[in-house]
């Protein structure tokens, strides 16, 4: 398996974060390794989309988890990989919140393509989420 996790603690409610988390069409807004993000119905589990990279073609996610205001996770298989997205939200005393961005690469190919392509899924990770907290904020 290969992990990358950044976190960042912002001025800013889980509420407002978690409002640009299930709106798709701002995900290009706040990170800029996409292009956008259509789904195929609600912002629950099982729901389906296609996420499309800068270069490169669509591909698919599933939402696998979602806790309103606190996290979702959605997944991209990949053929011998599967990259797992992990977005969670943590109240902070004074209405703060962490952001915190996993990304898991897990399959039979992932020590091998998971150092290849991990360090370009996860590059702008912490622009993200400085991202992500200067629109909620707004």
């Given at each position: 398996?290969?992990e990358?996790?950044?976190s960042?603690?912002?001025?800013?409610?889980?509420?407002?974060?978690?409002?640009?988390?299930?709106?798709?069409?701002?995900?290009?807004?706040?990170?800029?390794?996409?292009v956008g993000?259509?789904?195929?119905?609600p912002?629950?589990?099982?729901?389906?989309?296609?996420?499309?990279?800068?270069?490169?073609d669509?591909v698919?996610?599933?939402l696998?988890?979602?806790?309103e205001?606190?996290?979702?996770?959605?997944e991209?298989?990949?053929?011998?990989?599967?990259?797992?997205a992990?977005?969670?939200?943590?109240?902070v005393?004074?209405?703060?919140?962490?952001?915190?961005?996993?990304?898991?690469?897990?399959g039979?190919?992932?020590?091998?393509l998971?150092p290849?392509?991990?360090p370009a899924?996860?590059?702008?990770?912490?622009e993200t989420?400085?991202?992500?907290?200067?629109?909620?904020?707004?």
């Amino acid at each position: 398996m290969w992990e990358y996790e950044h976190s960042a603690t912002v001025e800013v409610s889980a509420e407002a974060v978690w409002k640009l988390y299930t709106n798709p069409e701002s995900w290009g807004t706040w990170d800029s390794g996409i292009v956008g993000l259509t789904l195929d119905g609600p912002f629950v589990p099982g729901t389906t989309g296609k996420l499309t990279p800068k270069g490169q073609d669509p591909v698919t996610i599933t939402l696998v988890e979602v806790v309103e205001n606190r996290s979702f996770i959605d997944e991209t298989n990949l053929g011998g990989i599967v990259l797992r997205a992990i977005h969670r939200l943590e109240p902070v005393d004074g209405g703060r919140t962490r952001i915190t961005h996993r990304i898991e690469i897990t399959g039979p190919e992932a020590d091998t393509l998971g150092p290849q392509i991990g360090p370009a899924v996860t590059a702008g990770v912490p622009e993200t989420i400085t991202t992500l907290a200067r629109l909620a904020a707004a």
